[in-house]
């Protein structure tokens, strides 16, 4: 069965670090892999995704996240913080090939950044 | 392009009462899907919606319903309402393919709140 995990419910990082926040996901087949960040009080906003090719993806607002099909992880990363970045971030996968169009989602991880 | 929209965005109902929520999708997209969020639970599917079709659907009671009209639009619909019903009703829409993936865009929710 499809599932994503996202080991740390919240994520502390000075303004100027670098960030990460993990994803680590199980399919069957090959992966179609998204992450999507969600400000107070809104809808979730798509950031990147991973559909084949280049293992290291870049997406909107500085962030990118790398592909490692060995380790099945998709982390999100970003160079340097900013305090705008304090948010929620969902990682999803869907299965490839998969007749259920259904994206499975993760729990979830509170970004905070200090300023 | 006008991004998904949600109505209404913030409702307050009795418990035994039905609620309906409104979901226009991005002009082009045929996929609609309803997610609820809660502290608790995090995102959570509901059901997605093609061409008329519902083509998934998630863990949920009978009380909760959906239908797509011919222009894309959704509705969903909860009746007899518990306290538990209370959260974010997200929607979320996509250009759908046989054979691709493609990113959700979602609305900014609507807040049932059940007392």
């Known amino acids: 069965a499809q599932s994503v995990a996202q080991p740390e419910d919240q994520v502390n990082v000075a303004e100027g670090n670098p960030l990460t926040v993990k994803c680590t996901y199980s399919?069957?087949?090959?992966?179609?892999l998204f992450w999507y960040v969600q400000y107070p009080n809104r809808g979730l906003q798509f950031l990147l995704k991973?559909?084949?090719?280049d293992n290291l993806v870049k997406g909107s607002y500085g962030f990118e996240a790398e592909f490692n099909k060995s380790q099945t992880s998709f982390h999100l990363k970003k160079p340097s913080a900013l305090v705008s970045d304090s948010a929620l971030y969902f990682c999803?996968?869907?299965?490839?090939?998969?007749?259920?169009?259904?994206?499975?989602w993760g729990a979830g991880t509170k970004l905070i950044i200090k300023p | 392009k006008a991004g998904v929209t949600q109505t209404p965005r913030y409702l307050i109902k009795t418990r035994g009462q039905q609620v309906t929520l409104s979901c226009s999708p991005i002009?082009?997209?045929?996929?609609v899907s309803w997610y609820q969020q809660t502290p608790g639970q995090g995102l959570q599917f509901l059901f997605e919606?093609?061409?008329?079709?519902?083509?998934n659907k998630g863990n949920f009671p009978g009380r909760f319903s959906g239908r797509q009209f011919s222009n894309s639009r959704s509705e969903m619909n909860v009746s007899t309402l518990e306290l538990g019903d209370s959260a974010l009703y997200l929607c979320?829409?996509?250009?759908?393919?046989?054979?691709?993936?493609?990113?959700?865009?979602f609305g900014p929710g609507t807040r049932l709140t059940v007392t």
């Open positions: 979320a829409s996509s250009f759908s393919q046989l054979d691709r993936v493609y990113e959700q865009y």
């Open positions: 002009s082009g997209h045929r996929s």
């Open positions: 999803a996968v869907r299965d490839i090939p998969d007749s259920n169009y259904q994206l499975i």
């Open positions: 991973y559909i084949t090719g």
């Open positions: 399919v069957s087949g090959n992966p179609y």
């Open positions: 919606y093609f061409s008329e079709t519902q083509r």
